[in-house]
């Protein structure tokens, strides 16, 4: 039986990843759409960027596009290092790469030019990191760095009042654009949650690897979902991106 499986935010979380395609039990047969923010923060940022190229010569992956992957993929291209992506997790990612070969990179590098902003499948849902800000939806942004940035699509979402028909003139007029959406980006630590949260027609995947949560992957058609440990059980003595909490809240 085929599947289509998204996964959240992994954050350099190698072992987590692992851990939820083996509870998953995911094949070769299943369809993996991986949400963004693949790297910052723990310790394996290269090995996840390896696991997921070997995975995408093995079965479908469609590979979203997250803010800190495009910082990553800046420090590939051009060596660009700045202190707000360091102190976001960057430091991690640029340790992981330590030891890498020039065709490591090179393999890297293609892989983090190929992800896409945005998917729409053929059910009409729409799988990006964050967000967007225009009523025509993604392919009418303005701001591409929308896709990776914006907070202000959950924000509506957890906002709305729960008995707003569709058919009302209030209801925001972005989400009626897709059956669903899948986004990460903004963690659901934030609710004092720590599994996926459906608001509206959106659901969440972000629940926390970065700093004190569990990677999640998700069966989009059952709802169905499966968690690693919390991160920080799984890399005893390293800290994520809980160093940097109060800032990482607004990254």
Same mark, same amino acid.
């Given at each position: 039986m085929k599947r289509t499986l998204a996964i959240g935010d992994i954050h350099g979380g190698f072992k987590a990843l692992k851990q939820v395609l083996e509870r998953a039990h995911v094949t070769e047969n299943d369809i993996l759409i991986f949400l963004g923010d693949y790297v910052d923060g723990w310790s394996e940022s290269f090995q996840i960027i390896q696991l997921l190229i070997?995975?995408?010569?093995?079965?479908e992956c469609i590979f979203i596009k997250g803010n800190h992957d495009v910082w990553t993929e800046d420090w590939l291209s051009f060596g660009n290092a700045p202190d707000v992506w360091l102190h976001n997790g960057g430091q991690s990612t640029v340790e992981s790469?330590?030891?890498?070969?020039?065709?490591?990179l090179e393999k890297h590098?293609?892989?983090f030019e190929r992800m896409k902003n945005?998917? #729409? *499948?053929?059910e009409n849902r729409l799988f990006i990191h964050a967000g967007y800000s225009s009523m025509h939806g993604p392919e009418k942004e303005v701001y591409s760095s929308n896709y990776r940035w914006d907070r202000t699509l959950w924000e509506t979402a957890v906002a709305m009042d729960r008995k707003l028909e569709k058919n009302s003139e209030l209801y925001p007029k972005?989400?009626?654009?897709?059956?669903?959406?899948?986004?990460?980006?903004?963690?659901?630590?934030?609710?004092?949650?720590k599994e996926p949260?459906?608001?509206?027609?959106?659901?969440?995947?972000?629940?926390g690897a970065a700093f004190t949560g569990s990677l999640t992957i998700m069966d #989009? *058609?059952?709802k169905q979902f499966w968690q690693s440990d919390p991160l920080p059980d799984l890399?005893?003595?390293?800290?994520?991106r809980n160093n940097y909490n109060v800032r990482a809240k607004n990254r």
């Open positions: 070997e995975l995408s010569e093995k079965q790469y330590s030891d890498y070969s020039l065709e490591d590098l293609e892989f945005y998917y #729409v *499948d053929e972005r989400l009626l654009l897709y059956k669903e959406i899948f986004i990460g980006h903004t963690p659901t630590l934030h609710l004092g949650i949260i459906n608001k509206a027609n959106v659901w969440n995947l972000d629940t #989009v *058609d059952t890399y005893s003595g390293e800290k994520g």
